[in-house]
Structures are given as C-alpha cells and as structure tokens.
C-alpha cells in the first residue's frame, strides 16, 4: 500500500481552502490525504484533525480534516489575495516536495496559486507553479499533460503569445515533449507501449504545405524518425478531426502544438473532472485544471470535481508506480 497523498493549500485567498474541506468530505475514506496549510485559513468550523506526518492522515481522516500545520503570515480574507502570505504558499510546496522525495508521501496535489501576490510577497522568480516544482526537482524538463476520462493531451507550447508559437516550437522541443509523454504514460500510467497522436500546427495539418510549411519541412520527418526509434505515433493530423469520440478511441494521448489547442478539447468534453499532470518530475503531481477563483472564494458555490479527480488520479499513478 503507498503512502498517502498530500494537498497544499494554493493561495489561501482563493478557493483552495475550502475545496480542500469539500475534497476530505468526499473521500476520507476511500483516499486519505494529510493537507499542508494554515488552518486559519479553512472555512469556519472546519473539523480538523492535528496530525505530525502524512502516515497518520488515514486514521486522522475520520475525525476531520488532517492538517500538517504551517503557520502564515496572515490571515485569509476571501478574494483579496495578501502578499504577506506568499512566503507561507511557497513553504508549502516546499514542504510538500520534501515529504514526496522522502517517501513519506506518495505524490503531492497543488491547489491553485497566484503568481503575483508571490512576486509581490516573496519575489517569486518563475513563470509558474509547474517551473517553481521542475526547479526544486534539480531542472528537470517537464511537460504539463492534462487529463480527463475523455481525453489526455498535452500541449508542447503553453502560456505565450500565439504570435511566438512557430519560432517556439522547434523539433528539439517537440521530440522531447514526445519522449516525457511516453516515458511519463509508461511509468505513471502503467500503458505499456502508449498511443500518442501528433496534431499539426496549421490548419489542416498545412494540407500539403499549401496552408503551412512546417508539417512538410519538419514535423512529418520527425514523426518518421521517432516511429523508427519505436516510439508509436501517428500524425500530423488535422486538429480539427483528432478529439471526436471515434479518433479519440486510436490513441491514449495526443500532443497538440499549442495551449488552446489542447485546452479547449478537454475543457469542452470535460470541463469540470480535468486534472493538470506534471510529466517528466521524480515525483507524482497533480492539480485541479482550475485557478483561484477569486470571485466565489469563500462563498461556499466552488465545485470541488476537479480536486477531487485530481486527488483520485494521484492514487491511481501512485498505486501504478507501486
């Protein structure tokens, strides 16, 4: 049996807190999870169960929520993120790192953060959680994938100008968005020999190159080489035929060229139940496909679906690993 899981509590302004109660309600039976945060910061009355390290959630769970204690700053006033407190939300993921890699946890969950209250408060230096989490793994190369019983993609460019995507994506940067992908598939997945379907970056994958050059010049003859290597792929394909139910059912994850290309899918077919997974780290991580939500926070109308498939998919990768 793995160890249990650990939650961090984001950005103690946004929602995070709260879906973390709603996230124990829900499952304190069947995925006992330990959550890192200040327990100022949960909804009044939360029941709360005080516990020293992650082994203990599982019989903590029952009596209430089991907190790993972390003192803030500050306390939390829903929807008015303070920057106070970036020192703390980055105390937690640090200390969430720190029980993974030593087997006192078997994969971490994030909740959602806000980047600038922690450039703000701590001079936070990276362009997201996901680079912040690479970093404290040593630099590794990531790929963020997201999830959903209807669709895994993973998007190969993702939070710049659509203006910079061609010059971004390069076959360096494609091969070893490919490679992460099945690696990850393979390990934390437990597919053996994973399915990934390539979409093109033009419309109609360049149909031929009269709608764009870059599926003739390089993207096919990279897909030809890395299918000689063993890896099984298909594509270039039209992105606007590759997410029907039909073409989904040929393949276990496709890899889109940009961030709406891959996004818009999974949130269409899936909007609620999708999980942001980080390919390529030593350890298992998760997060809800969500941001902090700022204008229900604390209002008790946040759905807690995409923690609690983000929760449930951490078991299942950490239950594949063992």
Known sequence: MSAPLVLTCGEPAGIGPELAVMAWDALRAECPFAWIGDPRHLPEGTPIARITRPAEAGAASGAGLPVLDLSFAAPARPGRPDPANAPGVLAAIDRAVELVRSGDASGIVT????KQALIDG???AFPGHTEYLAHLAGGVPVVMMLASPALKVVPATI???LAEVPSALTPVLLRQVIEITAKGLRARFGIARPRLAVAGLNPHAGEGGKIGREE???????LDEMRGEGID????????TLFHAEARARYDAAIAMYHDQ???PIKTLDFDRGVNVTLGLPFIRTSPDHGTAFDIAGRGIARPDSTIAALRLAQRMAEARA
């Open 216 to 222: 003739v010049d390089w993207i096919a003859p990279l």
């Open 233 to 240: 792929l298909t594509g270039p394909h039209s992105a606007d």
């Open 122 to 124: 701590a001079g936070f």
């Open 111 to 114: 909740a959602p953060i806000h």
């Open 159 to 161: 939070h710049i100008p």
């Open 262 to 264: 891959a996004l818009i």
